[in-house]
């Protein structure tokens, strides 16, 4: 008998230990996570699934790990930085370090209006991602190589860790404007939240 109520026990702290709702056990488990807690969760790992980090030359990043990654593209504007490419070619998000000291809206400016064809499209001026002040801007221009529309936007901040070496940063995404607030959402705005300024 007493082997009998033994064995019992071991029976219903095994089904307990394994039970999908651990309350069925009797008092409420600690172990419950509250709403807002799952919440962010959730957003925490939706925004680091499918991406992988980046250490670059005085930064941290994380891009998508289907994406191909370029060190030391040049842009229009003479910077040389990382480029992290969608497969198909027809996105591109860019990392360049400045060292331009005017200041981060004049630098935007330049990125944005340096095309003749450009187009400045409405969007808010700054954007604070960790305590960092990004001025942001958005244009309508056309790709140089295919002659196609192309939409771009870019953010540019001072080096909050060594500006004397790096005074800016200059991040900027462009493609096809067919589906560019796609791949802004999805790519481009958890690839700028996730950037870290490393010195």
Same mark, same amino acid.
């Given at each position: 008998?007493? /082997?009998?109520?033994?064995?019992?026990?071991?029976s219903t702290l095994w089904v307990c230990a394994f039970s999908v709702d651990l309350t069925a056990c009797g008092t409420p488990s600690t172990h419950h996570v509250s709403n /807002?807690? %799952?919440?962010?969760?959730?957003?925490?790992?939706?925004?680091?699934?499918?991406?992988?980090?980046?250490?670059?030359?005085?930064?941290?990043?994380?891009?998508?790990?289907?994406?191909?990654?370029?060190?030391?593209?040049?842009?229009?504007?003479?910077?040389?930085?990382?480029?992290?490419?969608?497969?198909?070619?027809?996105?591109?998000?860019?990392?360049?370090?400045? %060292?331009? &000291?005017?200041?981060?809206?004049?630098?935007?400016?330049?990125?944005?209006?340096?095309?003749?064809?450009?187009?400045?499209?409405?969007?808010?001026?700054?954007?604070? #991602?960790?305590?960092?002040?990004?001025? &942001?801007? /958005?244009?309508?221009?056309?790709?140089?190589?295919?002659?196609?529309?192309?939409?771009?936007?870019?953010?540019?901040? /001072?080096?909050?860790?060594?500006?004397? =070496? #790096?005074?800016?940063?200059?991040?900027?995404?462009?493609?096809?404007?067919?589906?560019?607030? %796609?791949?802004?959402?999805?790519?481009?705005?958890?690839?700028? =939240?996730?950037? &870290?300024?490393?010195?």
């Open positions: 008998m007493q /082997k009998m109520v033994h064995y019992l026990v071991l /807002k807690a %799952q919440t962010t969760l959730t957003r925490s790992i939706s925004i680091t699934d499918g991406f992988m980090p980046h250490t670059g030359d005085g930064y941290t990043i994380i891009y998508p790990d289907s994406w191909k990654f370029s060190a030391n593209t040049t842009n229009t504007g003479g910077y040389v930085g990382d480029s992290f490419i969608e497969p198909t070619n027809g996105y591109i998000f860019h990392v360049y370090p400045s %060292q331009d &000291q005017t200041s981060a809206a004049t630098i935007l400016n330049h990125l944005l209006t340096s095309d003749m064809h450009s187009h400045l499209l409405p969007v808010a001026a700054t954007i604070t #991602i960790n305590g960092v002040v990004w001025q &942001q801007g /958005k244009a309508l221009t056309t790709n140089l190589v295919t002659g196609k529309p192309m939409e771009i936007m870019g953010w540019v901040a /001072k080096n909050a860790v060594a500006p004397q =070496r #790096i005074p800016y940063f200059v991040l900027h995404a462009d493609g096809d404007p067919g589906l560019f607030e %796609q791949y802004s959402s999805k790519y481009f705005m958890p690839m700028l =939240r996730s950037f &870290q300024f490393t010195g």
